[in-house]
């Protein structure tokens, strides 16, 4: 672990300072419990790693991914850290992203976290700016190869670049811990039980034999893969009633993802009007059974 205070992004303990506030709520809004909390972690205390950990990276079990609760606390709609709103996500389902990565250790173990469990340095945990928590997530270090499952159940980093926190635990498994920082990349997991029940949440096998329905029709695809990608994104952005319709043409299958159905013009030419806004392309108004 590199100190100088001239390098940020090798410095977890400087860079950490972020996370003064990383319980994810601003001042005006946070419970009594969490503000104290907040303002007990002022202090000019720089991070540091636990002494005497023996683990060697390869040792260290990945968390498994289980079904949770929602945080009471940890999900508002939006939050304010450092001047800077955040719009935490209705869903994490099909959720990825690249950056960077950072670890925090000593400085906040055994503080609570945004989910208000206590921090453990030692659990293969990490926090996250926006993703509904808890949440597992897979991360992979792309600088050196490893790859790790970690719950992320905390706020955090509010500095430029940075993706997410790591635990002292999941940091050294990802190599993370030696080097301050790494280039990663991040992808939500769950449960078998979860993935079952969400496909059949939101997938409609056509036809059927209802009368005509108003959609927005976002894109069509030809593998499975790509439609469930592209609808985490959707959910993530907060659209709701995402459905995929699977239909069969020339002996293969089609995967349409759509919003809807809707009540009126007027709501599917809102609905039209945000996903443009949000750059999707090629989006058009339906009437479909």
């Keep these: ?9 090798n410095n977890p303990g400087s860079a950490l300072k972020q996370r003064e506030t990383s319980v994810g709520f601003s001042l005006a809004s946070a ?28 040792e260290i079990p990945d968390a498994v991914p289980v079904e949770v609760m929602p945080s009471r606390y940890g999900n ?52 996250h700016k926006t993703l509904p928590i808890p949440v597992f997530v897979e991360v992979t270090n792309h600088d050196n190869g490893r790859k790790a499952i970690v719950k992320v159940n905390d706020r955090g980093p509010f500095h430029e670049g940075r993706i997410i926190d790591l635990s002292y635990a999941a940091a050294t498994k990802l190599g993370v811990a030696q080097t301050g920082t790494a280039n990663v990349s991040i992808r939500v997991v769950g449960t078998e039980a979860e993935g079952r029940r969400q ?10 034999t209802e ?9 069509a695809y030809s593998t499975e893969e790509n439609a469930l990608q592209q609808m985490g994104r959707l959910q993530g952005e907060g659209f709701r009633d995402v459905r995929l ?3 069969s043409k020339k ?28 750059n999707h392309q090629s989006i058009q108004i339906i009437k479909t059974n």
């Design 31 to 58: 419970p009594v419990l969490v503000l104290a909390l907040l303002l007990s972690s002022c202090g000019e205390v720089r991070d540091s790693a636990p002494e005497n950990y023996a683990k060697q990276w390869h």
């Design 211 to 219: 009368g005509d329905k108003l959609y927005v029709q976002v894109a």
């Design 76 to 127: 508002p709609g939006s939050y304010e850290v450092f001047g800077k709103t955040y719009y935490v996500k209705n869903s994490a389902v099909g959720f990825k992203q690249k950056g960077i990565a950072s670890w925090y250790g000593n400085k906040f173990h055994g503080r609570r976290t945004s989910s208000g469990e206590d921090y453990d340095m030692y659990a293969m945990t990490a926090a």
């Design 245 to 247: 319709h699977i239909e």
């Design 1 to 9: 672990m590199k100190n100088s205070d001239n390098n940020i992004g």
């Design 199 to 208: 496909r059949s949440d939101s997938i409609v096998e056509s036809p059927v």
């Design 251 to 278: 002996g293969k299958a089609v995967y349409r993802l759509r919003i809807g159905p809707l009540p009126s013009d007027h709501v599917a030419k809102k609905v039209l009007a945000q996903l443009k806004e949000n």
